[in-house]
């Protein structure tokens, strides 16, 4: 399995860190933000961060007081994100109203026509009325009235959902793999998605889904969690992600304890995690040669899924640092 993070954290009796973790991310902010859909992702995202912030073997008030910072920083950080969003939308969302996708520009009073698997949706799957609203690749919403088959546009926006320059490349995994990390990558903001061939990737890229069904899963994805445009999935040879470690901002995703919290650009626009067998010597002796940094959580073993949004996470609350 990818991540072999074996370092166990251990803890005197009493209320643990992992339960003050969760009681301050429920009490932190206001109830505005309690309302928030994001609310439940928020307490998932400080515990995540908590353990990464957290030091392997030290005493426990040094790691409560990591703890303590992290689930400051990670609160502060998606605090700022989710009012900001709260400010920028001048109406309020009606979620009854269906999203669809369509690849064209949006302009008041234009008359576009969705591709045939929207309309299908817009009819059958959740039979739509009237009313829906359409988003692109260029992070447009459009309110529309439907006419047949057809949409009037009403009114455009700029979606204030955030979109971060952050790539994250995995490993070739299995295909019931791609359709977890393509929903939970599109919800954390992440703008691309790489997939590569590494020594022991379970699958070949050949074994991944269509152009066409990965398409329909990131369309999908963006639908459900309302952001401006679907995720980017592609494919990226080894050594071109060798490459990306000549900018300072790419970080690998590591298994081995002495791999420790790297120290690097707080921007990191590129994460790179290995496979579910992890990470072979020769590809390692490659990340040494370009000086990659590296990092390790002290977990147990995370699978490829798992450790791609862990990894993540780190990332997005390290940039909302700088």
């Known amino acids: 399995m990818v991540m072999a993070c074996t370092v166990c954290i251990s803890h005197s009796a009493g209320s643990t860190p992992s339960s003050w973790v969760s009681r301050t991310a429920m009490n932190s902010g206001s109830s505005k933000e309690k309302s928030s859909p994001f609310s439940r992702k928020k307490v998932m995202a400080v515990s995540i961060l908590a353990l990464i912030s957290s030091s392997v073997g030290g005493a426990r008030s040094k790691f409560e007081a990591k703890v303590r910072e992290s689930v400051n920083i990670m609160g502060r950080f998606l605090s700022k994100w989710t009012y900001s969003l709260a400010r920028a939308v001048k109406r309020p969302h009606n979620h009854d109203v269906i999203r ?31 009313q829906a609203e359409l988003f692109n690749r260029a992070g ?20 204030p959902w955030p979109v971060h320059p952050l790539r994250v490349a995995v490993g070739a995994p299995e295909p019931a793999v791609v359709k977890r990390l393509i929903a939970s990558l599109s919800e954390l903001g992440v703008a691309e998605l790489l997939f590569f061939k590494a020594d022991r990737s379970q699958a070949g890229l050949a074994r991944l889904p269509s152009d066409d069904k990965l398409n329909r899963l990131t369309i999908e994805a963006a639908r459900q969690c309302e952001r401006p445009q679907p995720l980017k999935v592609s494919v990226i040879e080894f050594d071109a992600l060798l490459e990306q470690f000549s900018t300072g901002r790419a ?18 626009e590129l994460l790179v995690v290995g496979p579910e067998g992890g990470w072979s010597p020769q590809e390692r002796e490659a990340f040494a040669t370009v000086s990659a940094p590296a990092l390790h959580l002290p977990t147990p073993i995370l699978r490829v899924s798992t450790a791609a949004i862990a990894g993540t996470v780190w990332c997005l609350a390290h940039r909302s640092m700088a």
């Open 100 to 130: 669809l996708y369509v690849d064209e520009w949006f302009e008041v009073g234009s008359v576009v026509t969705p591709p045939a698997e929207e309309l299908r949706y817009l009819r059958t799957v959740r039979r739509g009325g009237a």
């Open 140 to 159: 447009q919403v459009a309110q529309v009235t439907f006419e047949g088959n057809s949409a009037r546009i009403d009114s455009v926006i700029q979606s």
């Open 251 to 268: 970080i690998v995703f590591d298994e081995h304890p002495e791999a420790g919290e790297a120290i690097v650009d707080q921007k990191v």
